[in-house]
């Protein structure tokens, strides 16, 4: 029968729950051992049994092994517990060293805060510094600079640093006074006596420099040059005591101006005492007659050309133009004369420099510019432009050399362009003002001369050939030496007064061409005028001018004087050569008999003295040559008759106009 040892089982206990009992054996029944022993039929208590003992061996098996390793066992548990001991104090040690990382972190902490408010008051003290060190050191007034203003010369360079260092102390002084700075006025009285002082040593010696430029003989330029050093002595005073700075402004406005005014009357009157003797009056006008006064000349040196330009023209030239002014105390002592535009050059190149110079050293010493330094300059220069021009206006009244009147032109747009371009506008206005003293006048004597031609009257010049006129010499010579004047500077003015005298001077020769009684006397009378006049204007002027254009036109529209004489074989030839062009040489039998007896071909002297006539005459002979040379002609008799050319050309040599 089955006996259940159910043992200490307790049935009745409220704890025994059936499912999970049937919870555990449907787990034992999945074990892999339990399946095998039901699959083999094994008896589970048999089983059991064995399993038993075989844990009891086991277990027997294992408190032998550790009755064997019992000292191991007892060494290893001395040595855990060492460990434990080691490592309980590590951690005392490690505990402790927190503590102390704590406390490390919290004076960090203060140090950082320490130094945050530290850089705060270092930055604070920096700046007040910074301003405080600024204000001592413009407040401090060194011994080194008492002494140096006190003792040393303005001349020496000590004392202008010096100076530069008060002026600083002085204006930041002032500065800080707005200010309410309660340190000002521990200074204030050291900086005002240290200023007294300054600017009586300054005064003294800018005041000794302007009166040495009232001793005789003294070179204005070189004590000009030393105060230019000392530029800021004037700035000084300007900025701390204006009365002295308008008193020595005053006192150098006053003496350069006597100066200038004394140095410039003199030097003007000096140079018109070294002018040509004889000038151009109010007769010596173009339509004024050649008489036998006018021939005799005292010197040619003396005497200026009138209507001539000649060598006057290189007084606007580059060389001339900026090259040194006359002295005329070696002029007086070498017998040396000058023309009138010659000593204008001198005196305004003169005045030129001088002006540049000195409007150059105001805006520079006195810290003037614009409408300020114009002012000032007006005051120093004033009354020498008023002399000038007074001067100017005296002389050009009685003046009657237009050339001249006309160089001063040239030279004044000139000077005024150098001017110019040296940024200097100071005498400006003068040069307008001059100006409009020499175009009047200009104009004035040109009216003088177109005048004296309309009023010529030919009938009363005597005895009248063919050869040029001295009148329209003189037209000639005189509009070729205003138009090459003209060229570098053109003008409108000019260019109308020149055309109305051209137009008077053409109906003047055409009055005197009406006098002759044959034509051919006219027109060789017209053309020799208008050639020289053509010549003239081509030499010294440029081709492509007005007048010389209005000529050429005239010169070819009377260059019919061939005709008369040479008409007949003129026409031969050209129609001649116009059949042998179109191979027609039969019908030059037809024109043989406009071939015989030529009107010229016994005259062997040439009719013409003009150039230009005498080169188409030989022009058409040697045509006319080649004509009769053709076979149909050959052996006409009139060709016997013929003189060679080359004698022709002797003749016309001999004829060759020469004016």
Known sequence: SLQLNLGDLDLTSDEFILDEVDIHIQANLEDSL????????VDLRQYSKQVELELQHIEHASISDYIKESKNITSLHNQITACDAILERMEQMLSSFQCDLSSISCEIQTLQEQSVAMNLRLKNRQAVRSQ?????????????????????PVTEQDFLEQLHELNNKMNYVKEQAF???????????????????????????VLQKIYSFRKPMTNYQIPQNALLKYRFFYQFLLGNERSVAQELREQYVETM????????????????KIQYEEVAEKDDLMGVEDTAKKDILPSLKNRNTIFTLGN??????????????????????????????????????????NSCREYLFLCDFFLVTGPSAQELFNAVMGKTLAMFLKHMDAYVCDCYDSIAIFLCIHIVLRFRAIMAKRNVPAIDKYWDTLLGILWPRFEYILELNIQSIQNTDPQRLGFLDT????????????????????????????HTLLGQLQVEVENFVLRVAAEFS???????????????????????????????????????????????????????VKESESLIEKGQLDRLRGEEGETRGPPWASDSTPLSPLQGVLTQLIQYYHRFHKVLAQPPLRALPARAELINIHHLMVELKKHKPNF
């Open 467 to 494: 050869r040029p006129h001295y009148i329209t010499r003189r037209y000639a010579e005189f509009s070729s030496a205003i138009v090459s004047i003209n060229q570098t500077f053109p003008n409108e003015r000019t």
């Open 179 to 205: 200010r309410e700075t309660m340190a000002c006025t521990d200074v204030h009285n050291v900086l005002d006596r240290l200023k007294v002082k300054a600017v009586t040593k300054i005064r003294e010696f």
């Open 34 to 41: 339990v399946q095998e022993a039901l699959k083999t039929g």
């Open 132 to 152: 405080l060190s600024q204000l001592v050191d413009e407040l401090v007034v060194p011994a080194a600079m008492i002494s140096t203003i006190l003792e040393t």
């Open 518 to 572: 044959s034509r051919k006397e006219q027109l060789i009378f017209l053309i020799n005028n208008y050639d020289m006049m053509l010549s003239v204007l081509m030499e010294r002027a440029v081709e492509e001018s007005k007048e010389v254009e209005g000529f050429q036109q005239l010169l070819s529209a009377r260059s019919q004087i061939l005709s008369p004489p040479f008409g007949g074989m003129i026409a031969f």
């Open 257 to 272: 101006s006597k100066i200038y005014l004394s140095y410039f009357k003199s030097y003007t009157g000096r140079l018109m």
């Open 312 to 353: 006057r023209g290189s007084v606007i030239g580059g060389a001339e133009l900026e090259g040194p002014i006359i002295v005329p105390h070696a002029a007086q002592k070498s017998d040396v004369r000058y023309p009138f535009e010659s000593l204008f050059r001198s005196q305004h190149y003169a005045l030129l420099d």
